[in-house]
């Protein structure tokens, strides 16, 4: 059966994760209050916020910053891309196009 949670993020009943992503108190409390899909969400969130600001996940201090990310996008008010953030394809030259004036 699966197991069904209030989701903080998205503010509705949904399938929850079948264990807590990783140890600790943050873990356990991600495994009762975020869904499946919430997850899911955070992961491609993280690739941006991991690529944006260059951060290393093997680096302990860089695994602050992306736990504070993480924990403001699962349970903040806030769903703010980073500062500065363009989507790849935007404001960026595109393969075989026009090199971009400096």
């Given at each position: 059966?699966?197991?069904?949670?209030?989701?903080?993020?998205?503010?509705?009943?949904?399938?929850?994760?079948?264990?807590?992503?990783?140890?600790?108190?943050?873990?356990?409390r991600i495994y009762r209050e975020i869904s499946r899909d919430a997850w899911e969400l955070w992961r491609e969130y993280q690739t941006i916020v991991?690529?944006?600001?260059?951060?290393?996940?093997?680096?302990?201090?860089?695994?602050?910053?992306?736990?504070?990310h993480m924990e403001l996008f699962l349970f903040g008010d806030s769903d703010e891309l980073p500062e500065e953030w363009v989507p790849p394809g935007l404001g960026q030259p595109t393969k075989g196009g026009p090199a971009r004036k400096k």
């Open positions: 059966m699966t197991r069904v949670v209030f989701c903080a993020k998205l503010k509705r009943e949904l399938p929850g994760l079948d264990r807590p992503p990783f140890p600790g108190p943050l873990g356990e991991i690529n944006h600001y260059g951060l290393n996940p093997a680096d302990p201090d860089d695994r602050v910053i992306l736990r504070q």
